[in-house]
């Protein structure tokens, strides 16, 4: 049997995979990497070999890893895995000055958006994407990929959860977010007991979160302190679909893993929005992208690059 990690050896939603092995009555189990789950840290290699099984460990190890990188980042940091989706005219600009955005890339794009949506297991936007574009921030099934279309999937009963930094609690109870199966949770600093009850009748779970060093007077919430709550949910990748300025605080607070930028061949002038809202002084404070990954997707191209 050849596995891309080790086989857990504990009861957790579904029973150990040793158990399965053993009673398979397998000879050899090939594992490209050692679990880190601290529950099992190699605990299932050991079980198997005193069931007489060779196990063997270590082949393919870095393909093993690409497979799920996000569990691996949880376990190491307890953080999930980051990546942080833009769209972009060919001189990046994301929105006219009024907030028109519709539409900037074309079909292929927009479908290779619903993959990345549905290989995660969150979705964090902003209030302020909420309130401009009366988002569901769903995955839509019918709209995946040609390649994803005939892969099993329960996005008719299931969707990632729904996370959106609200800081001062404008989200309207009405709001298309909340009307989504699975869990959408508000993440706040404001305790008004009042808004938070209505959101709740919605469906929706507040957490209150901290907030971060005030920047101009302005507080905005930790937003570290929002991904260490969804790596104790067991959150193993997000995906951050918001503006400017939360996509620019994600990368200038080092909490993005990867950008994942879709390019299309377009001008909006230099009155539009811009991709990303971070203050840059000086070329020795400028952020370099590597691992640059480049794809052709119809008239679009998608960049995926690590900071």
């Known amino acids: 049997m050849y596995v891309s990690l080790e086989p857990c050896c504990h009861q957790g939603l579904t029973p150990p995979c040793t158990d ?10 090939i594992i490209c990497n050692r679990d880190p789950n601290p529950l099992i840290a190699t605990g299932g290699m050991q079980t198997l070999r005193a069931a007489g099984i060779t196990v063997t ?27 942080v ?3 972009q005219s060919l001189d990046g600009r994301t929105a006219m000055a009024n907030g028109e955005s519709y539409w900037i890339t074309g079909k292929k794009a927009r479908r290779d958006v ?25 995955v839509r099934a019918d709209e995946l990929p040609k390649k994803c279309k005939n892969l099993p999937h329960r996005f008719d009963t299931y969707q990632p959860m729904r996370v959106v930094l609200d800081t001062h609690l404008r989200i309207p109870p009405s709001a298309k977010i909340l009307q989504t199966s699975g869990r959408c949770v508000v993440m706040t600093s404001a305790k008004d007991s009042t808004k938070i009850t209505a959101l709740q009748k919605q469906g929706a779970e507040i957490i209150i979160m901290p907030l971060a060093k005030a920047e101009n007077g302005i507080g905005k919430l930790d937003l570290k302190a929002v991904l260490t709550w969804l790596g104790r949910e067991k959150i193993n990748e997000v995906l ?50 590597k691992k640059m990954k480049l794809k052709h997707l119809g008239r679009d191209w998608r960049i995926i690059a690590s900071l």
């Open 20 to 29: 399965s092995l053993i009673k398979a009555k397998v000879s050899a189990v």
């Open 57 to 83: 460990d270590g082949l393919l190890a870095k393909e093993g890893r690409k497979l799920n990188p996000g569990f691996f980042a949880r376990m190491q940091t307890g953080l999930p895995l980051v990546r």
């Open 85 to 87: 989706k833009l769209a």
């Open 114 to 138: 619903q993959h990345w949506r549905a290989r995660s297991h969150a979705i964090i936007t902003g209030i302020g994407t909420v309130l401009q574009d009366d988002c569901r921030m769903s």
């Open 240 to 289: 951050v679909e918001a503006g400017a300025a939360l996509a620019g605080q994600f990368i200038i607070n080092k909490l993005a893993d990867e950008l994942i930028i879709y390019m299309a061949p377009i001008l909006m002038g230099s009155s539009a929005r811009p991709l990303i809202d971070i203050k840059i002084d000086t070329m020795k404070e400028r952020l370099h992208l």
